[in-house]
């Protein structure tokens, strides 16, 4: 059964009820990215989303130890809210739990990225249908802005737009920082290195109709990417597509910043 | 004489040729804040900014020692190219120098912050004249999100809008994210804690005729408000008023987010 608000979401995936993709539900809210590192990465980090605003555009972020945030009108509890957590040691990945109680300890800084989910709605609203499942996502070759030690590829997830939409599905994204704003590419795949289409790393392809162009948005999934090489002895972030999501519209979130 | 471009200006106040405020000049061209705190406050106030981001909007952050700062297509050396700077030794103010090279050290931390002069022309072309003279600028008691050690009251910078323009103006500034966004406060001086308007606490009162109502911004003078009291060991900005100017126009920088 579909939860009826975004509370009740987070309270059955509190629950273990939940433990499915985000995608397609709730589809006009701000949807978010959860990464959580130690006390010594935090720096960099954050700096790291800072020069990247695309790639991590900051909804919250913790003091060392804190796992109840406040992100807009919400008060969430990042260790139990979202569907399903992963965790790397060392830079391997060791765990995909549903709850994180087991594992937080008090130098553990969380940070909530927004979700390119997030336009879904709008996009759906302006005539751009789009699926339902978990977008594509790719690692594409785009050069993230380095920070400290932080650096790396880009995820890029992507969305078959019709030729005659681009324009107005880049307009509509453009309004949404919160939600990774307008494209990062359009069109041959090939010139981000992705090359073939029809394998994500993650999510799920939708096929490609006739008269349809790839175009890709920054992805939330970048962190998972570009910190693991650096083997910090701890970190965690949600698994992909299973998002935490909010009680706010993303219009909310965005005028935060104006 | 006026300087014909930015870059013109950024080398005279280099060469201590330009030592006076920035407000009424090349005023459709992004202007920058400037805070330098030690490698061990600059997490607290990456974090301040970041839960702050009209009061701060983040347009750089240096590496630890990096003086050199690549803002949009514009390359800063930030010891020298703003036209006056100000330093504090635990929390008292020391010196007020045009140059910032004998005091630099390894772990200095600089960030570019967005300021309000930058919407002045965007301002002037929907037709709402505003001063040409460094805006008035009070200690309101509209209190900060917290960040670590880091919190306390906003200063403001005021402009006389005429009632007619209220919603004009909020719109045109509401577009510039990295010019302070929307306005804050719109009237009773006295609701944010102003007990006398023709007194700023630094910048220039520009009087208040009729019909017009006092218009409040989040301003960049704020960092110098809240991080003295904290006593670090030693910090430095720019002189109120004497700001870095950039190459780019505010539009610009405001798209890097979208």
């Known amino acids: 059964m579909n939860p009826l608000t975004a509370s009740e979401l987070r309270q059955m995936a509190a629950r273990g009820e939940w433990c499915k993709p985000t995608a397609g539900i709730l589809d006009d809210l701000q949807q978010a990215n959860l990464v959580i590192v130690s006390r010594d990465l935090a720096w960099d980090f954050l700096l790291f989303c800072v020069r990247n605003p695309k790639?991590?555009?900051?909804?919250?972020?913790?003091?060392?130890?804190?796992?109840?945030?406040?992100?807009?009108?919400?008060?969430?509890?990042?260790?139990?809210?979202?569907?399903?957590?992963?965790?790397?040691?060392?830079?391997?990945?060791?765990?995909?739990?549903?709850?994180?109680?087991?594992?937080?300890?008090?130098?553990a800084v969380a940070f909530l990225l927004g979700c390119s989910h997030t336009f879904d709605g709008p996009l759906r609203r302006a005539g751009i249908p789009v699926s339902h499942e978990a977008p594509a996502v790719y690692i594409s070759n785009i050069p993230c802005k380095q920070a400290g030690n932080i650096g790396g590829p880009m995820a890029v997830s992507m969305r078959p737009i019709h030729h005659s939409k681009i324009a107005t599905a880049t307009a509509v994204t453009a309004r949404y920082a919160s939600g990774h704003g307008m494209p990062v590419h359009y069109g041959s795949p090939e010139d981000i290195g992705i090359t073939d289409l029809s394998q994500p790393d993650f999510g799920v392809y939708p096929g490609l109709e006739e008269g349809y162009v790839p175009v890709f948005w920054a992805c939330g999934v970048t962190p998972q990417i570009v910190l693991p090489p650096l083997k910090p002895e701890w970190m965690c972030s949600h698994y992909p597509g299973h998002m935490l999501v909010l009680d706010d519209n993303v219009d909310f979130f965005s005028l935060q910043q104006t």
């Open 55 to 107: 790639v991590c555009p900051l909804l919250a972020v913790g003091e060392p130890g804190e796992y109840q945030l406040q992100v807009g009108h919400t008060l969430v509890d990042v260790r139990t809210m979202l569907p399903r957590y992963r965790i790397w040691k060392a830079g391997s990945l060791v765990a995909e739990p549903y709850d994180l109680r087991q594992h937080w300890h008090e130098n």
